[in-house]
């Protein structure tokens, strides 16, 4: 089996005395659309922060395409092709759409010419933010503010996005929008990592998935195998 883009190994991680991750497993391969679901507590925001460099592990590795990012921090992380797209978005509210995007790129130089058509791509895959370009991120609706939290991760050029809650707050019209450029940005060759409550939207997604809870993977498969599964229905589903 060819070696996975991405993977954590005995991941363990937490708040003071509070341990929230128990020795977690997990990988994401080339050009893959992985979820993590579980229930509010699980560990899931955890994970993706200890992931990113934002919160240290207490034991255990991080890997991107095998080589050990565990003790890299946010900005050895996001030199190695990982981008962050955290819940609530966490734009610069009082900064326009276009420079919140440009925070993305500012590991590039501003001068490159790639910067400039890298902007005018996430216009375009996100058109209602070109409508709203010199806008201060303050005045987007939700669906719009998540477009610009995911063009920004974007911009880094990412091998892997790892977004958590795609879907939170927003409408269901806005929720198709983000969900059909999230498969268009996987087409173009970047694996995704995604966090989602709204379990049936990760499982339409992904490729593969895994549930989380108590800060242990308890259960992992292909979306498929993942859907069917007992414990997923009646725990997340809702049906037995």
């Avoid at 991107?64 to 190695?80: C, H, N, S």
């Avoid at 819940?87 to 276009?98: A, D, H, I, K, P």
């Avoid at 719009?144 to 977004?163: D, F, K, T, V, W």
């Avoid at 979306?223 to 997923?232: I, R, Y």
Wanted: charged fraction near 20%; aromatic fraction near 4%; hydrophobic fraction near 45%.
């Amino acid at each position: 089996m060819a070696e996975a883009l991405f993977s954590v190994a005995g991941l363990e991680s937490g708040y003071g005395d509070i341990q929230v991750l128990w020795g977690v497993d997990l990988d994401v391969g080339h050009g893959e659309i992985v979820c993590l679901i579980g229930s509010n507590g699980a560990g899931k925001t955890t994970l993706l922060r200890t992931i990113s460099g934002l919160l240290p592990a207490r034991a255990g590795t991080v890997r991107m395409d095998g080589a050990d990012i565990t003790r890299a921090g946010p900005k050895g992380v996001l030199a190695t092709g990982i981008a962050h797209v955290p819940e609530g978005r966490r734009l610069f509210r009082t900064m326009s759409v276009t420079d919140n995007l440009l925070m993305g790129a500012y590991l590039r130089r501003r001068a490159d010419p790639a910067v400039a058509a890298d902007l005018e791509r996430v216009m375009t895959m996100f058109p209602r933010l070109a409508e709203r370009r010199n806008q201060d991120a303050a005045t987007l609706s939700g669906g719009e503010q998540q477009m610009c939290a995911i063009g920004r991760g974007i911009m880094s050029r990412p091998r892997l996005l790892i977004i958590d809650e795609l879907s939170l707050g927003l409408a269901p019209k806005a929720v198709d929008v983000l969900s059909e450029s999230l498969k268009e940005i996987n087409t173009q060759g970047v694996s995704v990592l995604l966090v989602e409550q709204d379990v049936m939207i990760a499982l339409d997604l992904a490729d593969r998935g895994y549930v989380l809870d108590r800060g242990r993977v308890t259960l992992f498969g292909t979306a498929a195998e993942l859907g069917a599964a007992p414990q997923v229905r009646e725990a997340y589903i809702g049906v037995a």
